[in-house]
């Protein structure tokens, strides 16, 4: 009876563990972001085919929910903070049959092809040709794409496009702020100075 009840009590537990291991998963909201970078200084022409059951950035569940199913997030990367450049920038063309649409990266822009909340990995098997010349799939342990950070669930997969030097390591972040000037410990230090001074003489 008593070795019932212990087991019992293991899977009870065992159950526990699982549905609170579960909730601390939905409540981090692990999410799989995918973004171009045009670090050049000329626009490029961005065309995407995307695979079925791909989810637009603007169909995201949640806090990536935009409401913006027709158009691109983009970021600029001149700016220390990038996240106050945000703006979008509608569709070229889409054609939801062929499943492609296409848009403008401009120079030293990041854009956003895909916010998906809840999900570990991106949708992979998307295509994107870059001003009908260059042209980059998404695959799982790929290298076109690099992925930041690599040991974590979710994180993102982005490709970087540059004039042939190598892709820069870019870490967003936002601005530190600079400290108030200490008026108070430079008087202190000043008197402090003197005080040493005086009892040396």
Known sequence: MTKYLLGAMTIKYLI???LLSTVCLISCESS??????NETATDRRIKVI???????????IGRGQ????DSIETYDLELEDI???????????????????????????RAIVESRFLAYTPTYKQ??????VD???????????????????????EYYITDGQPPKRRAYHQPV????????????????????NASKQ
């Open 16 to 18: 526990s563990l699982i």
């Open 127 to 132: 295509i994107f040709i870059i001003d009908d």
């Open 83 to 109: 996240y106050q450049g945000r703006k979008f920038i509608p569709f070229i063309s889409r054609d939801t049959v062929a499943r492609t649409y296409s848009f403008v990266l401009k120079a030293n822009q």
């Open 32 to 37: 799989a972001l995918v973004a171009i970078s």
């Open 135 to 157: 042209t980059i799939k998404l695959v799982r342990f790929g290298k076109h794409f690099e992925r930041r950070p690599k040991l974590m669930l979710g994180g993102t997969w």
């Open 177 to 196: 702020k600079q400290k108030e000037p200490d008026h108070l410990g430079e008087i202190l230090d000043i008197l402090g100075e003197g005080i040493s």
């Open 50 to 60: 995307y695979p079925p059951k791909f989810m637009f950035p603007g169909e995201a």
């Open 66 to 69: 935009t409401g913006k199913r």
